[in-house]
């Protein structure tokens, strides 16, 4: 099989590094086009990567070679697209909102279909926000999108924001097995390079704390009602529940993110031996499909008493399971529960091929 | 005044150094007996503490030359109080709780009162569990712990986890100012020093979060039930109420306990305003008395969207004072917020020192 | 004795927060003018400040009020100047070298005397860069700058790099002994806090140490060499010795300088108790005059086989002591030890009005 | 090929842990026999092991049903032995250093062969202290250390500490070009992980240094010249040269050693250039005879100013290679360079493994 030519938006940033690290040796797609900000446009890849490449795996033999492209420059991807060297673009870009709203229009406009990171176009109503494991069958409005925009062959897909997959998994697993989940309050302890790069500055955070990241409760909160909810009328309408309440803190972690969890659910309630039971067994589609870049099981569960822990349980199975641990009563609740899954890798790139693998295989890419 | 001799048992740990370096200078109280396990007992304080002193701050000037006595040897200790060295004594015992509880009883049955760091006696009945900002009057019942255990001018008295400080004196303001607290969630994000020295190993904390800490959440649940009682019938009869949910996690600072917190109101409900004046306002028996070791206001409010943070809010007025920050509503429950308080000092040996200070006001010591 | 008003150039920067702090509470200097960038000019200090302050302790009573100036806007500075309200001014600017060089120079020019911590002006050869400990009578110079130049009233004088305080006292403190030092390895662990705010990013240095920091070896290896050297036909002529290979790295911790140092004598080669008898009974002009900043020992011994340590040591004699210990022979040349010292007080902000309180005392300031 | 069943003393620690992950998988040798202290005997190796494994890696499959035997216990061993389920050991004992003496011995007289991380045996003069790209040829004494104790099929063979292999490797190298290397100065930076678990405290090491490890220094002085030695008479003489000072420091960094190094070379001086070349053209017999553990290249150069950095280097090419960076020249020796390695594998179990097979690929077991 010939592998798909993929496009790196924002190719130099943290996720976009990610991306490319990931895809050095997928079996499906191949990196052969890397665009950034007007700065760093017609230099070699490594060249522009010397001494800013944040990751300790290497990028693919053919991407070193590769010359940055303007992001903004839409006739250079078109070019490489009749060329055939982009067949779709992941989009990292670290943009304000409202240029990447627009850029990323434009390219799912000109035929190339966009899997994007930012957060632009998560609450566009045609846009479906994925997590394969949870609602696959989103992609059906794709069709809708195109045809509403008058697209031929480009789209927008997006993925959510890292601090929710951790919570957002299991809960889905529970509501599949039938339990409805009416409340949650969660505490996040996510890492630095959720921030990006620089991100973080090392004064704030060395023997500290900082309990506030702006923009992620709000996320945190309402992106998982969007991911739970039906294609009605032409759009993606939001569940109804769960109510969620989100504390989300900095700490000095480098990868992963803690979530502390407690859970109301509806009238029918499973006893903890349940819940562990749906939880070890939960398999969704990218499983059964049997995707590259899917966890042979998304949801591992930890016995000992101090575990999930980021550094010890962040790079399992490809750092693209959710390992939870400390499946107990709660008092004002009915279960507590900690969650951690690793955010540059499950939480964004690696979530972002996992998308691109659901797409491929529903064939709307390549 | 005559400044009163205290003694410090665990003088050699981790609480127990706070306190001798507390009391450096204190007006009241002088550290005159120090003690510790036979291993240590027979050298002069300065030596045992060579390549042992954890703290930037040093012990006073006649402290260094004491001769550690063996904690387990009650008759030093009589000996001690005979001769007038020995008035009370602060228990940072780093022993199993069985011998704690035995071994503070028989100081205290000598006529030697205990101010207790351990847990040992925090559920005797008789027992007062002390913040002095919350419950000074709990002190009454020391006379009827006395009478019911023959016991003459001895008598114990401990104070809380170190948890609990930065989330129970505001939910005590605002029960004080009529505003009944239901339920309340939280989850901590603990300082390694709350686990002594050694405590913590490297290896389980740098680049990580442990989202376990044995007890602690029993502890968070429990005790303020307690500290909220009333004394009935000889007892102190806890409180039935608020109902808590906590999750306790370590994390990689060095001190400051942060807690981020949900609760929920009564059927009467504080607005955000009124409950910032109360917190702004909240002033209890510590300062009226303007006793020594008591903050000026107890609780500090921050308005900037980032705070409270444990390196930069921790010492705060002696390290005494709580701050408080993100005080916003909550989606699920009336309110959210984030405490904090330094937990080897606030939380135990400043905490132990604000506690005498009340005793001897109220006329308990001395 | 009525205060010396002072400015504080870069005083929204992290080194310009430490001079405002440490002169909270100053006997003879008042902060009483505050100038940054355009950018924050115009608004009062404390709302630029709002989520920005990084130090535990707090700004001057008076400080919060006044209104942010425009550092490249000499004529407000003459006229602050004029109605009293600008004696001289502390320079953190943090610029373009060459654009610090000609403002600093600029501000001499019109009267005002330039305390600077900025690297611009070190190497001019009729500038005094001065650790008072060490070469206090440097100051010599500054008559012959003003006449050279033709300034009135104002002057030039600059302090050294952070990172060679741990060891050029104790240096000179040997030569003052009358021992020659020829030769001089020295390995720097030095904080973040040294590269200001935002400053090292935290995904670089969690977990991490990055062997490298722009331009530091070189500062390490020369400095001391024009500090030590001589004034001669109107300018500092740099010592011939001794020769110096630094290496410098940055580690994870906030504030505090470690260096592992070893040094070869000349022919007359003192014993190691001879070396620290030499140290603990250092003391220099500052001593000798009780400046208000300075050390009562600006060397302190430790004899513990693990101390120095930055966060045990930093912050010994109001941070300004230096801290050494683990003396011992050195298998190749005479001599190791560990200095250490507080990179923004003692190398830093403190070191800035030590070197006030000099020149006060000599009648160059006020 | 039928793999050698390998058994690992004090397979419970650290070490023993990290030679089971890395055995796992491996193409020559099976863990088949794991013993530790008396008090875990008896358990299977997953029960031991619950809440005390420390690696992201896992065990192989049938290790984990393995019945722990206590490692005093030589009758098993020798049972083990007989019915092959024990062809040699790997020694990762933690006991007192006589303790490990005659335990190892007993081993070895035995006629099973011991390949130890312990420090007991380093001195021992008939046993050969191995780095395999360095000598190889020292195990040429084992023949000579049998027959001087009459052990038939028994021998000790050590590995040496880890604080060595990021400078021993690339002096040797040029050693080995040609050039003498006559005196070196080292700073070391060392991981936490290097002192076990559970080691250092986290209270010593968050936000500071460690300016001293107990005995590290002189190993590392030492150490290196019995590996650079000659087997004369019976035994290792070891090389009059290089002359080192070390100054060993604990900073917070996980895993990783980084060592910062000035060295002097005799009359005849490479240039910087020669250097480099040397390095990244040197190979060995390790990657002569494709051993599995050994690097492809065992040591890479870095030329970017900032690199190795423990993070991002200590992992390359199975943790088994030496990165190198900051080649230049030095002020007062010849050159200076950092270097950086992996210290619990290719300083302690990973480099016992390739020492096992160079061993067997020379015949000594199996």
């Not at 693919?60 to 992001?71: C, H, K, N, R, T």
């Not at 997590?131 to 059906?140: A, K, L």
């Not at 062959?153 to 989940?181: D, R």
Request: proline content about 7%; aromatic content about 8%; charged content about 20%.
């Amino acid at each position: 099989m010939q592998k798909i030519s993929v496009g790196v938006l924002g190719a130099t940033g943290m996720v976009g590094q990610q991306y490319i690290a990931l895809l050095a040796q997928h079996p499906w797609f191949e990196v052969r086009y890397v665009a950034a900000s007007p700065r760093s446009a017609g230099k070699p890849y490594h060249e522009a990567m010397t001494g800013r490449w944040q990751l300790a795996g290497a990028w693919g033999p053919s991407v070193g070679g590769l010359i940055l492209e303007d992001a903004n420059d839409l006739a250079a991807a078109v070019r490489a697209s009749r060329q055939g060297r982009l067949g779709f673009v992941f989009s990292a870009l670290e943009m304000e909102k409202e240029a990447v709203l627009s850029l990323e229009q434009a390219y799912a406009a000109q035929g190339i279909p966009v899997l994007s990171n930012a957060s632009a176009n998560r609450w566009t109503a045609d846009v479906p926000m994925l997590i394969p494991e949870v609602n696959p069958q989103h992609t059906d409005i794709i069709p809708v999108q195109q045809q509403a925009r008058g697209w031929k062959g480009g789209f927008i897909a997006v993925k959510p924001n890292c601090s929710i997959q951790s919570y957002l998994i299991p809960v889905y697993a529970l509501l599949k097995a039938g339990y409805e989940v009416r409340r949650l309050f969660v505490t996040t302890l996510q890492s630095v390079s959720g921030s990006g790069y620089p991100g973080v500055p090392s004064l704030d955070i060395i023997d500290n704390v900082v309990p506030y990241i702006g923009g992620e409760e709000e996320k945190s909160e309402g992106e998982p009602l969007k991911i739970l909810g039906q294609i009605r009328n032409g759009r993606i309408e939001p569940a109804a529940g769960p109510l969620i309440s989100a504390h989300c803190n900095r700490v000095p972690v480098v990868n992963g993110h803690t979530a502390c969890v407690s859970l109301e659910f509806g009238t029918k309630k499973p006893s903890i031996e349940e819940v562990k039971a749906i939880w070890t067994g939960f398999s969704s589609l990218p499983q059964e499909w049997d995707l590259p870049m899917a966890p042979k099981q998304p949801i591992i569960l930890r016995e000992e008493a101090n575990r999930p822990q980021p550094r010890k349980d962040r790079d399992a199975d490809k750092a693209m399971a959710i390992t939870l641990g400390r499946i107990r009563p709660c008092p004002l609740f009915d279960l507590r529960f900690v969650g951690l899954s690793h955010n540059t890798i499950r939480g964004a790139a690696g979530g972002g091929v996992l998308n691109a693998e659901l797409l491929k295989s529903q064939g709307y890419l390549g």
